[in-house]
Every structure is written in C-alpha cells, then in structure tokens.
C-alpha cells in the first residue's frame, strides 16, 4: 500500500454531487427538481424498458429515465432510517419513487465512435445532493478527460437513502446495452455515502468492476471496513481530507490497513487540510489511475 499527502488543488473531476456547503460551512436545505413520475410499474426482469437514449450527443450531459420504470423488492423505505425520517434531504416514502430504479445522466466524450470499446465510470453522489444541471461548457473545463483516454460518465441520482447494488447493476447493464463499453474497464467511485455507496455495490457485485475509488466515505449506517475481505480483490483508490468532521478519516485510514493486510492494491491518500465537502479529490492523478486498471 502506499500512503500520499497531497497538498496541492488539482483539476477537479466534475461539479460531483456529495455534499454542498454555505459561506459559512453550514450544508443548506437541498432544493431538488426531479419531475414525477408514476410509481414504477415493471417488475425487475420481467420486462426489459424501452431505451431512451441518444448517442448522437457528445460533449454534454443526457439524461436517461428508463429504469425509473422498474421496480426492486430489495429497495429500502428512506422513512425507516432515522436520519433519513429527520433530515429534508428530498427522500421520502410519499410518492413511492424509492421503489423504482435510478434516473441517470451520461456524459459520452466525442472521442466515442462506437467501434472501439470505451471504459466506464460510474459515480455515486452523497448524502445531501442530487446531480446539478450543468453546460458543456463548464463540463469541458471541469472535467480531466485525460488525452488519448476518454471514457463515459454516468452519474446516477436516487430518492432512498443508500446505494442499491441490484439498481447500480442494471445501470451497467443498460449503457452495455446502448454503447460498446470495455468489459474489463467499468470502475465506480463516489463521494460521502457515495463513497461508502462504491464499497458496499462492489462488494455485492465482485466481477462487475475494474477498480473502485470511494471518496471521503461516510461511516453511518454501515461500518465498510467489515467489506474490506469482499473488497481485497479490487484495485482501490481511498481519498480523504484528514480534518473532515463529516465522515470519519480513522476509519478510511483503519480500512486500507484492513486491505493491504489482506494484499489488496490500495492506495490511501490523504488530503492535508481538507475537510468533508472538497470536489478537488478528483484529480487527474487518481483519475489518470482509474483508467490505467483492468478487471
């Protein structure tokens, strides 16, 4: 394992949902513009949803609804968490919508022909957001999109309050569907509950990616360093700012100890001065890692 201390700011990743904080610190009530829908009325692989995708956009976000349609007997009612009943965070039992599957936004680079097989990356937002409308124009200047390796983003968005990894998967298998995707290039990372989000889907899913890079992980509810034997076999990137009051960065720290014991290839870095909500963590040097890693 090798442990890292950045002390510079780099490029950063995109305007990556996790956490979104106030002048003074403060993390402000999220205001979320998902458009209804009707409770999801397909049950999970009784019937494929009609595809909605248009692969003729490069260079901007799309917005794929198709498995908003589907429903998952293993999601899990936001009400019965407590912090999930306590918070306005958007997720709620009201509408049912937490029973579907996840809405998702793709970003496929110009490079992309449809002839040669493009890598994949998949990212979990936080806790306390949603993904944000953007432009191509603060997409082109956000976004490492590495020279002479481009690769897909899909950023799902959700209304229960964790990552599903049966709702994740289908996310796979739906831009499998629509784009050649290079079977042994599909990573995941992840922000907050996102990045524990990416520990807890992998470990469910043990074939489906290449590596995983969990940012700044959130400790509650679930204690991901239990997942550290399910995990060993990935190469994983941990990122966490070590003065982040949010998340625990001990237990970061405590589980790439877990997983190099266990001969994992991990790499901890550590963010000095950093606390919970920087979008910095995403660097052209994790980012430049990600795509070097094959299943």
Known sequence: MRYHVALTLLIVFAPLS??????????????TDIEHVETCE???????????????L??????????????????IDPETMDFGSSENTGRTSGDEQW???????????SEYTGEEAIPLVIHLHGGL????????????????QLDGQPFVIIMPEKKEWDWLPSKVEDIVKDAKRNLLIDEDRVHLTGLSMGGRGTMIVAAELPETFASIAPIC??????DYRELAPDLAHLPTWISHG?????????????????????????QM???????????????EENVGWIMNQRR
């Open 129 to 144: 957001s949603y993904v944000p409308g953007t432009t191509p124009e603060e997409m082109d200047r956000e976004i490492p």
């Open 242 to 266: 070590d003065i982040d009051d949010i998340s625990h960065y001990d237990w970061a720290v405590n589980m790439s100890e877990r997983m190099e014991a266990l001969g994992a290839d991990v």
């Open 18 to 31: 996790g956490c979104v904080t106030d002048s003074d610190g403060l993390i402000p009530t999220i205001e």
């Open 269 to 283: 870095i550590t963010m000095e001065g950093h606390g919970h909500c920087n979008w910095d963590l995403y660097t």
């Open 42 to 56: 397909i049950f999970r692989d009784n019937l494929a949803p009609v595809s909605e995708w248009n692969t003729n």
């Open 99 to 109: 029973e579907c599957g996840y809405r998702y936004h793709v970003w496929i680079p």
């Open 58 to 75: 490069y260079n901007q976000w799309i917005t794929v609804n198709d498995l908003m349609h589907v429903s998952y007997n293993d999601s």
């Open 217 to 222: 992980p959130h400790h509650w509810p679930t």
